[in-house]
């Protein structure tokens, strides 16, 4: 089955992007399709690289990052809402004047037409928050 | 047609398990999530109202949760029923759709 | 992209918004995924209970808080081809509201010598219910 995933938290304040983590993982090895992980409201959180948690700690992120990576997964994040959380990628630091940009590998920014779509098209959309 | 609910939060902390439950119908399936898990607790104030949830709907509880917070398969009212994330998947795809209640 | 989702499948989506507004974020978000959705043309609804009745109530006034008003979004949303604002009933009386005490929020009809017709449903708990069974997708704020 295709599946939509919808995560609207950051890591480590709220459980959300650890159990929409875990739900990605084990919808995964049963062969379900996932169609999108799109991150919303402080979801954006998720995809920034800067994050620096202890060693003893996961590394959600780059959880993501490697999922992604593995299994050619479709991370994105919501450009209005990154916006105003200071996520951005290279292009949009550039037309905003910023100095740097922090996206994480495997995270694309665009907008909330995505999740729209994955309504559309995916034939379960899960949502995950506060 | 039936619905899957997800309840992510304590129902000492926030209306989310009585607002799950107010929206019930015969057939659909609640699932306890995260701190929602505290809801399942047997002999807890709340335990009685989830009971009677459970003899027109199916009560899950996802066991990673439960056991996270120091309780297991004795600690939850009866007639709930343990699943791991594998078994979250499987009750999406099972359910018309998911209601999650935040 | 957008044409060919729709292409596809026409879906029901319903907006469920249990959270005052103002304290978070949740319903100014969950707004704008209300407007961008009305792009797509599915059959887009909007839930209202528990607390998020409080987004519908007028005379909001964020002056003192620094914040924007975002209240007057919901009287555009007719233009937008969303219509059905459905209010649980309980909710209002548990809070001490009535229908009085909401934003006057229509939609012209067309059909109807461009009539303005009102979007705001109040429905009983039981009622919601039935649509929420209905829906193909629920995205909850």
Not at chain 1, 40 to 59: A, F, I, W
Not at chain 1, 63 to 73: C, G, P, T, V
Not at chain 2, 41 to 59: D, T, V, W, Y
Not at chain 3, 111 to 134: G, N
Request: proline residues 3%.
């Amino acid at each position: 089955m295709k599946l939509g995933i919808l995560v609207n938290e950051g890591p480590y304040t709220h459980q959300a992007s650890d159990t929409a983590y875990q739900f990605t993982k084990a919808a995964l090895e049963k062969g379900h399709e996932i169609f999108r992980v799109f991150f919303y409201h402080d979801g954006v959180n998720n995809g920034t690289r800067l994050t620096v948690p202890p060693q003893d700690d996961r590394n959600l992120q780059q959880a993501w990052s490697e999922l992604a990576e593995k299994h050619n997964l479709d991370l994105v994040v919501c450009i209005a809402a990154a916006q105003r959380r200071g996520i951005l990628d290279e292009g949009e630091a550039k037309r905003h004047g910023k100095d740097a940009s922090n996206i994480a590998p495997g995270f694309r920014i665009s907008g909330l037409g995505q999740l729209v779509e994955s309504g559309i098209v995916a034939d379960r959309l899960v949502v995950f928050g506060d | 047609m039936s619905t899957l609910h997800t309840v992510n939060k304590s129902p000492f902390e926030r209306s989310a398990f009585s607002s799950a439950l107010n929206h019930l119908k015969p057939g659909d399936a609640v699932l306890m999530i995260e701190d929602g898990v505290v809801g399942a607790r047997k002999g807890s104030a709340f335990a009685g109202l989830l009971e009677s949830a459970a003899k027109s709907c199916a009560i899950y509880v996802l066991e990673p949760d439960l056991a996270a917070r120091g309780m297991g398969e004795t600690d939850v009212i009866q007639g709930a029923n343990l699943v791991d994330y594998g078994g979250f998947v499987d009750l999406v795809t099972t359910h018309q759709r998911t209601q999650a209640w935040l | 992209m957008a044409d060919d989702a729709q292409q596809q499948v026409k879906k029901s989506f319903m907006y469920v918004n249990r959270k005052a507004p103002y304290g978070t974020i949740y319903a100014l978000e969950a707004l704008e995924v209300v407007l961008i959705s009305a792009a797509f043309e599915q059959d887009v609804s909007l839930a209202f209970l528990d607390d998020g009745v409080f987004q519908l109530v007028k005379g909001q006034n964020t002056a003192g808080i620094g914040m924007k008003n975002f209240s007057p979004t919901f009287k555009a949303l007719g233009d937008y081809e969303i219509r059905q604002l459905y209010v649980e009933r309980e909710s209002l009386e548990e809070r001490g509201l009535t229908s009085e005490d909401l934003m006057e929020i229509t939609w012209e009809d067309e059909e109807d010598d461009y009539a303005k017709k009102p979007s705001i449903r109040i429905v009983s708990r039981m009622e919601l219910t039935e649509v929420m069974a209905q829906q193909d997708v629920l995205l909850n704020f």
